[in-house]
Antibody, heavy 115, light 106 residues
Framework: QEQLVESGGGVVQPGRSLKVSCSGS????????MNWVRQAPGKGLEWVGF????????YYADSVKGRFIISRDNSRNTVYLQMNSLRVEDTAVYYC????????WGQGTPVTVSS | SSALSQSPSVSVSPGQTVNIACSGD??????VSWYQQRPRRSPFLVIY???RRPSGVPERFSGSKSGNTATLTITGTQPMDEAHYYC?????????FGGGTELTVL
């Protein structure tokens, strides 16, 4: 069955970096754009950005532009979110979601930014 | 404005019909999807392209759109439908989520 699995979350100090991953299975990964969405504790969903099918284009929310980078390796069916200059307000569960309709979601990986 | 507005909460009795609205300028420009999120679970797509239902989603879920307002309707609401519901659309290359509506089935 179609599945997305995130990994790599953890606790990190403000100003530091962290890279999380999302691996897909059960579908042709390279056929779909991939999104990252986050959810702060007790809050709603916030789109972070997406990457095109082939990785040639990336788009970001203003809140992370210039700090976060999305990349993908279609040979590994994996999309990445590199988070730099992390802030306390970046604390959230980070989800990957497939395609323009966000039709499939992973289980999320928690990221805590705290000193 | 590029924001999507949803009422924070709504309640319904089991077996009744409930409408959850999502409004804003971006609704008029692109199609709308709806997501259900039960407590401690990932979001789940229940409606896409305004009114299309993915396979496996119960027929009691339906969607519509008129002008700058999209509506998710649950007909014959079940206790298992108690969850947060989020609308989403695209504003050019940016995805926008509504703030979410908490549905309570009393």
């Amino acid at each position: 069955q179609e599945q997305l699995v995130e990994s790599g979350g953890g606790v990190v100090q403000p100003g530091r970096s962290l890279k999380v991953s999302c691996s897909g299975s059960g579908f042709t990964f390279s056929n779909f754009i991939m999104n990252w969405v986050r959810q702060a504790p007790g809050k709603g969903l916030e789109w972070v950005g997406f990457i095109s099918y082939d990785g040639s284009s990336q788009y970001y929310a203003d809140s992370v532009k210039g700090r976060f980078i999305i990349s993908r390796d279609n040979s590994r069916n994996t999309v990445y979110l590199q988070m730099n200059s992390l802030r306390v307000e970046d604390t959230a569960v980070y989800y990957c979601a497939r395609d323009r309709n966000f039709a499939r979601w992973g289980q999320g990986t928690p990221v805590t930014v705290s000193s | 404005s590029s924001a999507l507005s949803q009422s924070p909460s709504v309640s319904v009795s089991p077996g009744q019909t409930v409408n959850i609205a999502c409004s804003g300028d971006p609704v008029g420009a692109d199609s709308v999807s709806w997501y259900q999120q039960r407590p401690r679970r990932s979001p789940f797509l229940v409606i896409y392209q305004n009114n299309r239902r993915p396979s496996g989603v119960p027929e009691r879920f339906s969607g519509s759109k008129s002008g700058n307002t999209a509506t998710l309707t649950i007909t014959g609401t079940q206790p298992m439908d108690e969850a947060h519901y989020y609308c989403r659309t695209w504003d050019s290359t940016n995805a926008i989520f509504g703030g979410g509506t908490e549905l309570t089935v009393l």
